[in-house]
């Protein structure tokens, strides 16, 4: 059945008519500072733990609906806490059945990420996506062509994106402060769980309560094993990817905002791991290596010149620049970035934090420009909010996939360079290939199993 969107005064006049034959208490219409049933938005869950339960709770205020978890151990809490919530395994069921589900947020692992994302925008519900937004650089184009073709609001997790620092670096490199950006360093302390290493030959018995097939959704068919779930799937490459797929879509959301860039011309890798002499292709073929530099070169932007982004990530930093005093910290625990000016350096933690022009007595001496751009309601920290009112019709989803997509294909790449590595690949952004690699070409699509499609 078709929606009708009634106007303000047929509302009144219609509750008006109503109140007239009964009485209704303060908080069903809303007036009591509670949110009316109405205005709640009902919201389906796939992923209820790890960042699933943070995703949940972040948007407690609305109709929690439907949650769906492949492991009800893992589940249990979350079940427990949200008890009026519809139990699903399937994302599929759960979509299908649910027939009130107006939003759906995909907090799985991140090769499940693009065929949930999916099914929810045909049938026309909104989406909030865990980063990375996808598994591939083809599934992140494809995501982003479907936003727009089915006009749903979108929202990838990267919650940095609408914190006060990223807002004030672009302020302030905008304003001049380090006049024109040609380098970037941006690096991380993952990976905090194993890489490098080969598929077990162990099989034990899958977990009571955790259904396997499932977990593995489009991904090929292996058996069960601990190295793999919870939690230590991320350098998994049928399953993860890498400390980019981490932190990359957090570290380098600044410096892809700041410097206003789109898709790069080159990228290349180097990496820890070893080389076959033979075919100069890596040994192990399972997981991304242990440690990593990628390097993307993106062309001049309007007024702003060619640029060298550079991430670091399992141990290895950028040379510590000169102007950083001694015993002052390059970037936080969780890594940093540095921007590269022909006028000097700004450096940022993690999250979109608040910049900083080093050495500190430049930070000291500098006019801060006025806050001209837009601050969102909340930070960080209302990330889930800012797209739940954007589903509302109430602004826009600041990483919503028009951003977040072309932002995860740039990060994507570099887990293609680490499979090829040596060399520098062409990329033709517009036609979606490696112009110099065709066997570069062969990690932008996964093919999955039988029964799973996008």
């Known amino acids: 059945m078709k929606k009708h969107r009634i106007s303000r005064r047929e509302f009144i006049g219609g509750a008006a008519a109503a109140m007239a034959f009964t009485f209704l208490p303060k908080n069903v219409l ?38 769906c978890d492949v492991d009800d151990e893992r589940a249990a809490d979350t079940y427990k806490t949200y008890p009026q919530a519809k139990r699903y395994k399937d994302f599929r069921r759960m979509l299908e059945k649910e027939k009130s589900i107006e939003a759906v947020v995909v907090a799985t692992p991140d090769h499940t990420h693009a065929v949930a994302a999916m099914m929810a925008m045909q049938m026309g519900r909104h989406v909030y996506v865990q ?25 990838m997790g990267n919650q940095g994106h609408s914190g006060d620092g990223v807002r004030l670096m672009c302020e302030w490199i905008w304003d001049g402060v380090i006049g024109p950006v040609r380098e970037v360093h941006a690096w991380t302390d993952r990976p905090t769980w194993p890489q490098g290493i080969d598929r077990p030959k162990e099989t034990p018995p899958v977990p009571a309560g955790l259904d396997w097939d499932l977990w593995l959704g ?7 094993h601990p190295c793999y779930h919870p939690g230590i799937w991320r350098g998994w490459f ?25 898709y790069p011309t080159s990228v290349e890798a180097c990496c820890s791991e070893e080389i076959d002499e033979h075919s100069r292709k890596k040994k192990n073929t399972e997981t991304c290596p242990d440690a990593s530099i990628v390097r993307l070169k993106f062309p001049a932007r309007g007024d702003m010149p ?23 910290r390059m970037g936080d625990d969780m890594g940093g970035v540095i921007f590269v000016g022909d006028k000097g350096k700004l450096m940022c933690y993690c999250y979109g934090s608040s910049p900083q022009l080093i050495p500190l007595k430049r930070m000291q001496e500098y006019k801060r420009p006025p806050k001209t751009l837009p601050r969102i309601k909340g930070g960080a920290d209302g990330h889930e909010q800012n797209w739940i009112d954007a589903c509302k019709g109430e602004g826009q989803a600041c990483s919503n996939f028009d951003y977040a997509g072309t932002f995860t294909e740039c990060v994507l790449m570099g887990n293609v360079a680490v499979r090829c590595p040596g060399k520098q690949l062409l990329w033709d952004g517009v036609n979606m ?12 699509q996964n093919q999955y199993r039988a029964g799973w499609s996008l």
């Open 30 to 67: 809303g007036l009591d500072g509670t949110k009316a049933p109405s205005s709640k938005l009902n919201i389906a869950f796939i992923g209820a733990a790890g960042m699933g339960r943070v995703n949940i709770d972040k948007c407690s205020g609305e109709n929690i609906v439907a949650i």
């Open 131 to 155: 980063k990375p937004l996808a598994h591939t650089i083809y599934e992140a184009r494809t995501l982003t062509e479907a936003a727009r073709k089915y006009k749903v609001v979108t929202q």
């Open 218 to 224: 489009p991904a090929p068919q292996r058996p069960y």
């Open 238 to 262: 049928d399953f993860g990817c890498g400390a980019l797929g981490d932190m990359a879509c957090h570290l380098l959301d600044p410096v892809f905002t700041v410097l206003k860039l789109g």
């Open 306 to 328: 060619p640029v060298k982004v550079n991430w670091y990530d399992g141990g290895l930093m950028p040379e510590r620049p000169e102007e950083l005093e001694d015993g002052r």
């Open 433 to 444: 290939k490696f112009t110099n690699a065709p066997e570069a070409n062969e990690f932008v």
